[in-house]
């Protein structure tokens, strides 16, 4: 009998030790430092309709700026992205985050720790703090999270960014902060062809995270009503967009940043004229899905030539050219 009472007893403290714990998860999750709003679901009624939001030039041109001057309209649509104060790394701006069931890692991480990449980021800000004149080019932006920092950090941003969910959410986070003259945001996404149009690719659980379907064109007068298509421009078309300094000179010296998911071997065969506009002293890049492209290795050899003829090496500990396949899942290519 008594070893039957220490048993309920024991499944008595239990249970009070899962509802302890389940009470305070909830407390956490309530004093998160999120800016206002409950829902994540974006009415259905904007998610096919959106080609008059944002966008400074019709579709049918050629490069797509957004517009980060407009107001967060319709309210409808923008008050269903929830967005929160980053971690402070130098410095910490909003970030704007999707669905956490539809982007378990970036808007995960930020849920969580207030930021992603990390350890990443807090090398890339302190380069751009010790670098006064560097200007910053982001390419696969997703929601903004090297965009916006560096733009905090005083500095002027050329942003590229295809997916309209992830623009919203970059273009909220900018108005909060009162970044939007820093930063000019480019909604196409990169190839080695200009003016195609491409479909992304839809991945679960990482909505902000797609490649291009390299080899299928698809018609324009589709790309009014699909999200998931877009149009393409090369590397070489972001010349133009070079901003000038206060003083009214070119920006000379710039960090790079490129994440678009194994598509850099297609974007840097179109980007001698616009590494040999401006110094860019630093490629941050994933380097990750590489070594899954078996069929594809020349083009990745093809890269890395472009990248060694102009003087840059893989990573502060210089990493062996010939074992690419083995490198680490990011690097920097540091121009010597």
């Not at 890395?304 to 074992?323: A, G, M, V």
Request: a positive charge.
């Amino acid at each position: 009998m008594k070893n039957i009472k220490i048993k309920h007893l024991k499944i008595v403290i239990f249970f009070l030790i899962i509802l302890f714990a389940f009470k305070n998860f909830t407390q956490t999750i309530s004093n998160l430092p999120y800016l206002k709003n409950d829902s994540f679901t974006i009415p259905p009624e904007y998610n096919n309709d959106f080609s008059s939001i944002l966008f400074d030039k019709p579709f049918e041109s050629l490069i797509n700026v957004i517009n980060l001057s407009l107001p967060l309209e319709p309210t409808q649509l923008y008050s269903y992205i929830k967005c929160r104060k980053s971690k402070k790394i130098l410095i910490s701006t909003t970030l704007c985050i999707h669905d956490l069931n539809q982007d378990i890692h970036v808007s995960g991480s930020i849920w969580q720790n207030g930021i992603w990449e990390s350890h990443i980021v807090k090398l890339y800000l302190n380069y751009l703090k010790e670098n006064n004149d560097w200007m910053v080019f982001d390419i696969g932006a997703h929601i903004g999270v090297y965009t916006l920092l560096a733009a905090k950090l005083g500095k002027q941003v050329i942003s590229v960014e295809p997916f309209y969910d992830n623009i919203l959410r970059l273009h909220k986070g900018a108005k909060i902060e009162s970044l939007t003259d820093r930063i000019t945001l480019i909604s196409n996404a990169l190839s080695n062809r200009r003016n195609e149009i491409k479909r992304l690719t839809q991945e679960n659980q990482n909505i902000g995270g797609q490649s291009l379907m390299i080899f299928k064109n698809e018609k324009l007068n589709e790309l009014k009503k699909d999200k998931f298509l877009v149009k393409t421009i090369i590397l070489d078309d972001l010349v133009e967009f070079i901003p000038r300094k206060s003083n009214g000179d070119k920006f000379k010296k710039a960090i790079f940043k490129i994440d678009i998911e194994g598509f850099e071997i297609y974007a840097f065969q179109n980007a001698s004229k616009l590494f040999d506009s401006i110094d860019i002293r630093i490629v941050f890049m994933e380097w990750g899905n590489f070594p899954k492209l078996i069929d594809h290795y020349q083009l990745v050899e093809k890269m890395i030539d472009f990248f060694t003829k102009r003087n840059y090496s893989p990573s502060k500990k210089e990493l062996p050219l010939k074992f690419w396949e083995y490198w680490t899942w990011d690097i920097m290519w540091i121009k010597n």
